[in-house]
């Protein structure tokens, strides 16, 4: 036999064992797939239970529902919302029927299942519920509300991660036919949308938590995320009504009605075509499909960022309501909840790092927004000090550190217009130093720039907390204590300069208005040989070395003057 012959047969031969190969690992690759699972119930007060035992247990489910029957459920739920208590004995008889074992404890569950339901219908226990989940590795869909407050939310993400256990939660509406045909794109980019939900409230959780979230969800599932600020703008016995605003001027509105019209699940939305029908409730399998295909994959169909943004919304509409009608940012009580988070896992001996795993990072929300990192909590890259020496200065846990720098500030190195900058601070028990911005002269940062004061204690004055230093003391001193981190957004736009602490803005001057070098509005003196008005109205952002340490993460900012 030639050796051409050979060849060919060799050939041959290897591709028909690659073909075989291929066909071999396919096939088992699907049978994994569609590999029987076995589900667990936790908390039997809420008719989704049934529900979904119902779908998968009865009949000859197909397509995505085949393969998945319910083996397992433990059926304490709330501990004392009667509601839901007083469904369990009912419940618990009808799973029995549909070949459900009950067992007595969570742990006595997870032995028996793969994947697990957490329905219980009070969001307050699913923290501690969850735990034993997570620690036993299995993929989890926990029924809405995700939690009873958004700091327990927060920090089921945190074990979700630190466990390395997927999760998700959400409202059936997300699924419906009409929200997921705006979801994607059927009717072009959303501007506006309006949706309603009937909003039943129960006194344990966040006015929209108990059954706002599922108009809440349908809006956001239409919108995306991206929301930046929310204001409560009717809040009455018979509805609520919550208005948010979305990067690039789009606008969402809930409204939560308990009497009156509308009636039902729905909305309008505003695209390119026109004004169309948001739709309504579609039942329960859109759902439980998303969740065994979830189930399988272990990839979830709602990111954290969406759901935790839909969460802090709530919670800003209620904090709005605090506030009289105020605005407030979604960014501010999503920081005050991961301060809290850390600490309540910490107790828990849970917290195993930072519940800031998304520290330096950008979310989709800012990133769809259009916001630019500007440190990666890893290295320096585009910061100097202003002498242009490198930095000295050793990054501590993620933070950017001015102290001992090398120079008098750590300056990025891109001048800036119109902008909005934002970062989180933590300063020691005594701290001195200020957030540089619009430096003209890199040189002489203090008479050719603005400075937002960092300084400790919790004086209202023209050098403290949030005071546009030395020209406009801040409404009220925001920072949080020594040794957490407190939010702070500077927002520049022409002569307009504000400061916002923790989500609220502290202080603000319109620069055409300061004619006089060395004169307040007031007719007092400041330290400035140059009018304001004058000041640069582009220049570069800096950390003060004031002589004392303080630390920077989360370091953004938004160019606006792009988008003019």
């Known amino acids: 036999m030639n050796s051409g012959l050979l060849k060919r047969l060799f050939s041959l031969t290897t591709l028909l064992l690659l073909v075989l190969s291929v066909a071999f690992n396919s096939s088992l690759m699907a049978a994994e797939a569609k590999k029987e699972l076995k589900a667990g119930i936790i908390g039997l007060d809420t008719s989704h239970a049934i529900a979904f035992t119902k779908m998968l247990n009865t009949g000859t489910p197909e397509g995505e529902l085949a393969g998945v029957r319910i083996v397992a459920a433990y059926p304490k739920g709330s501990p004392d919302i009667e509601s839901s208590v007083s469904r369990v004995p009912k419940y618990t008889e009808e799973v029995k029927k549909m070949g459900v074992e009950i067992v007595g404890s969570i742990d006595d569950l997870l032995k028996k299942v793969d994947v697990v339901f957490l329905e219980t219908n009070d969001g307050r226990p699913h923290l501690e519920q969850a735990i034993p989940v997570f620690q036993a590795g299995k993929p989890v869909f926990i029924d809405k509300p995700i939690a009873g407050s958004l700091t327990d939310a927060v920090a089921l993400f945190e074990l979700s991660r630190k466990y390395n256990t997927p999760m998700f939660s959400s409202s059936s509406l997300r699924f419906s036919k009409g929200a997921q045909r705006l979801r994607n794109g059927k009717e072009g980019k959303i501007t506006k949308c309006s949706t309603h939900s009937p909003c039943s409230l129960e006194k344990t959780h966040p006015s929209l938590f108990w059954y706002g979230i599922h108009g809440v969800e349908t809006l956001f599932t239409v919108m995306g995320p991206g929301c930046q600020s929310v204001k409560r703008t009717v809040s009455n016995a018979d509805r609520d009504e919550v208005v948010g605003r979305w990067a690039g001027g789009r606008v969402g509105q809930f409204s939560g009605v308990r009497k009156g019209a509308p009636k039902g699940y729905g909305g309008t939305a505003v695209g390119e075509n026109g004004e169309v029908a948001v739709g309504g409730y579609d039942g329960y399998k859109p759902l439980l499909v998303e969740i065994v295909k979830f189930f399988r994959s272990g990839k979830p169909p709602v990111s954290e960022e969406e759901t935790l943004e839909i969460y802090s919304f709530m919670e800003a509409a209620d904090e709005s309501k605090r506030q009289g009608g105020a605005e407030v940012t979604l960014a501010s009580v999503l920081e005050k909840a991961e301060r809290a988070a850390n600490k309540k896992l910490a107790k828990l001996d849970l917290a195993g790092g930072s519940v800031s795993a998304t ?90 720039g603005f400075e937002a004061q960092i300084l400790s204690g919790k004086g209202t004055g023209m050098h403290d907390f949030g005071a546009i230093y030395d020209l406009v003391a801040p409404a009220e001193n925001r920072a949080s204590a020594p040794g957490e981190w407190t939010s702070i957004e500077i927002t520049c736009q022409g002569p307009h300069i504000s400061v916002a602490v923790n989500g609220k803005v502290v202080a603000s001057l319109d620069a055409d208005e300061w004619t006089q070098p060395g004169k307040r509005l007031d007719g007092s003196k400041h330290k400035f040989k140059t009018a304001v008005k004058d000041f640069p109205r582009k220049g570069y952002l800096g950390f003060q070395d004031h002589g004392h340490k303080v630390w920077y993460k989360n370091v953004k900012l938004l160019d606006l003057s792009k988008k003019k």
């Open 359 to 448: 520290d330096n990072k950008l979310s989709a929300a800012e990133k769809a927004a259009g916001w630019k990192l500007l440190f990666n909590g890893k290295n320096y890259a585009g910061w100097k000090c202003n002498n242009g020496k490198p930095i000295a200065a050793p990054i501590e846990d993620g933070a950017l550190v001015p102290y001992k720098s090398g120079g008098y500030l750590i300056v990025y190195d891109k001048a800036f217009s119109d902008f909005k900058f934002k970062c989180d601070v933590k300063m020691p028990k005594e701290c001195n130093s200020g957030i540089f911005f619009r430096i003209g002269n890199l040189k002489d940062p203090v008479q050719t």
